[in-house]
């Protein structure tokens, strides 16, 4: 039995879609990162960094969410998993390049657009956030004017990776109307039934004292 650790508001919500998608079952441990559950000995046992998720396969455990997925397509294959080792490499590709690309800048922007208490944020820090996001979003929407999906005419782990991490857009409202084919497919993924649970994803984090605390939430 597979054992999923985290809140669907955290990043566990990327391998919960996933599993939705493959059709496995799989035990839910709804641990939430904001009360101190992720930092008890228990939990840390399992996942040492303290963070959500973290996955149990039959005694394999694993933790970093874009990981995890690329594990469970590779593992149960079907229509989600590379087809080959070339669609492998390109699928790893841009599950590395939304995290080191894309997450960081859209974190900061979401946080001072929504995550942070009205009062704590920054509406210069969203402007300079969004603006990161332009030179990355451009790759993958001029990569998607010609063809449907990250790696050609299906739905893969790759599209999945990438969209679950841009979930924050719709939800924070980080404006892409400038990239019509990156709005086109992350309005498809994101319609994908097993994605439900990225809606309701809504809640406040306070904001550090510092800049620097600001930033080291994101790293």
């Not at 084919?181 to 994908?192: E, V």
Request: charged share 20%; aromatic share 10%; glycine share 6%.
């Amino acid at each position: 039995m597979l054992t999923l650790y985290g809140h669907p508001f955290s990043r566990a919500h990327r391998v919960m879609w996933m599993l939705k998608e493959l059709g496995l079952p799989f035990e839910h441990v709804p641990i939430d990162f904001r009360g101190g559950a992720t930092r008890t000995p228990a939990y840390l046992a399992i996942n040492p960094n303290g963070r959500v998720p973290a996955l149990v396969d039959d005694g394999l455990v694993l933790f970093e969410s874009l990981s995890i997925n690329l594990y469970l397509a590779r593992k149960f294959a079907g229509a989600l998993a590379p087809r080959d080792l070339v669609e492998e490499a390109h699928a790893t590709q841009w599950s590395f390049w939304v995290a080191t690309e894309v997450e960081k800048p859209l974190l900061l922007a979401a946080a001072n657009l929504l995550l942070f208490p009205e009062s704590g944020r920054d509406p210069a820090q969203a402007t300079m956030a969004c603006g990161k996001l332009d030179r990355p979003f451009r790759v993958i929407d001029s990569h998607l004017a010609t063809r449907p999906f990250l790696l050609g005419d299906r739905f893969t782990v790759a599209d999945l990776n990438v969209a679950a991490v841009m979930t924050l857009v719709p939800i924070a409202g980080v404006p892409i109307t400038f990239y019509p084919a990156l709005s086109r497919w992350l309005d498809i993924c994101l319609q994908r039934p097993a994605a439900a649970d990225w809606k309701p994803i809504a809640f406040t984090i306070p904001r550090p004292p510092t800049e620097a605390g600001v930033l080291a939430m994101f790293v």
